[in-house]
């Protein structure tokens, strides 16, 4: 018995996720994480006169308030160079645009802009 494999060609992941390989992703998820894990940091230093709980859910807050716009924007970059949804150009540009708008270093990660050179 003859079977075709129909070949599917892979598209690029929406998803970042810590287990990715891609050199560029790791690299916007080390700023993002760097970001809230600093903030995290501050934030719960500067909340020690709470109680133990409240400096917690404050640390936390902030620390998820400093990561949301590097996640937007990746997630913003990702959908701007997603084929399946058929942006125009326009469209694609605006996308790239709001997401360099809320987090410039994390769309210079995932685009290459800050790899080393070869």
Same mark, same amino acid.
């Given at each position: 018995?003859?079977?075709?494999?129909?070949? !599917?060609?892979?598209?690029?992941? #929406?998803?970042?996720? +810590?287990?990715?390989?891609?050199?560029?992703?790791? $690299? *916007? &998820? /080390? @700023?993002?994480?760097?970001?809230?894990?600093?903030?995290?940091?501050?934030?719960?230093?500067?909340?020690?006169?709470?109680?133990?709980?409240? !400096?917690?859910?404050?640390?936390? #807050?902030?620390?998820? +308030?400093?990561?949301?716009?590097?996640?937007?924007? $990746? *997630? &913003? /970059? @990702?959908?701007?160079?997603?084929?399946?949804?058929?942006?125009?150009?326009?469209?694609?540009?605006?996308?790239?645009?709001?997401?360099?708008?809320?987090?410039?270093?994390?769309?210079?990660?995932?685009?290459?802009?800050?790899?080393?050179?070869?």
């Amino acid at each position: 018995m003859c079977r075709h494999i129909r070949h !599917v060609p892979r598209r690029r992941t #929406r998803v970042l996720r +810590a287990d990715q390989v891609d050199a560029n992703v790791q $690299a *916007a &998820l /080390e @700023r993002i994480n760097t970001r809230a894990a600093e903030t995290y940091g501050i934030a719960a230093h500067y909340s020690t006169g709470l109680p133990a709980a409240d !400096v917690v859910g404050e640390a936390m #807050r902030q620390a998820l +308030a400093a990561a949301a716009p590097g996640y937007i924007a $990746a *997630a &913003l /970059e @990702r959908f701007a160079f997603d084929d399946e949804l058929g942006l125009t150009p326009a469209q694609q540009m605006r996308l790239r645009d709001r997401a360099a708008e809320l987090a410039p270093g994390v769309v210079e990660d995932l685009t290459g802009a800050n790899a080393p050179l070869a």
